[in-house]
T-cell receptor, first 112, second 112 residues
Framework: NAGVTQTPKFQVLKTGQSMTLQCAQD?????MYWYRQDPGMGLRLIYY???????DKGEVPNGYNVSRLNKREFSLRLESAAPSQTSVYFC???????????FGPGTRLLVL | QQQVKQSPQSLIVQKGGISIINCAYE??????FPWYQQFPGKGPALLIA???DVSEKKEGRFTISFNKSAKQFSLHIMDSQPGDSATYFC???????????WGLGTSLAVNP
């Protein structure tokens, strides 16, 4: 039982490049989330998915797109990376009420 | 607008001391208040949580105190240990809303 897994662990991009962050969970959870974490800013919700086939914007969705591929997988795409997107990205999944969220190990992204 | 205000931003405590982190909220619809613990390089993980129908919950050395009238709740870490050094986040959830509202975090350092 791996919980929530994320790939890659670390990535360096040049401004304007694109990439997709992958997330998968094996806990049969319906809800999944993407957060970014920056110093002093806490955890900010980018997008979340309440169930397969649905996605909703969070607090900071600009510059990102998501895909809920199936119940297990929820990917985050940066179409044209900017230095302001340098951050640590966390994927999470939750129990049906969204109360207990289980986080992946994070992806550290550096945009030059 | 920060709906959950957390203080202090950072805290240094001597081994064996008591660590206290405070959070305040405005939305009276919040009905679940978890605390998450995050070690460097890891994702946050649920530490302890409380509902507003109780004033205190204790799990080992960790205690949540809840003051419904003041709309405040706090985390107390008794006999703080160097292994408790981490970032602590308070959060709040409202009913069937599957999203958590997060505080900005407190970086705790416990000196040996």
């Amino acid at each position: 039982n791996a919980g929530v897994t994320q790939t890659p662990k670390f990535q360096v991009l040049k401004t304007g490049q694109s990439m997709t962050l992958q997330c998968a969970q094996d806990m049969n959870h319906n809800s999944m989330y993407w957060y970014r974490q920056d110093p002093g800013m806490g955890l900010r919700l980018i997008y979340y998915s309440a169930s397969e086939g649905t996605t909703d914007k969070g607090e900071v969705p600009n510059g990102y797109n998501v895909s809920r591929l199936n119940k297990r997988e929820f990917s985050l795409r940066l179409e044209s990376a900017a230095p302001s997107q340098t951050s640590v990205y966390f994927c999470a999944s939750s129990d049906p009420w969204g109360i207990t969220q289980y986080f992946g190990p994070g992806t550290r992204l550096l945009v030059l | 607008q920060q709906q959950v205000k957390q203080s202090p931003q950072s805290l240094i405590v001597q081994k064996g001391g008591i660590s206290i982190i405070n959070c305040a909220y405005e939305n009276t619809a919040f009905d679940y208040f978890p605390w998450y613990q995050q070690f460097p390089g890891k994702g946050p993980a649920l530490l302890i949580a409380i509902r507003p129908d109780v004033s205190e919950k204790k799990e080992g050395r960790f205690t949540i105190s809840f003051n419904k009238s003041a709309k405040q709740f706090s985390l107390h870490i008794m006999d703080s240990q160097p292994g408790d050094s981490a970032t602590y986040f308070c959060a709040a959830n409202a009913g069937n809303n599957r999203k958590l509202i997060w505080g900005l975090g407190t970086s705790l350092a416990v000196n040996p």
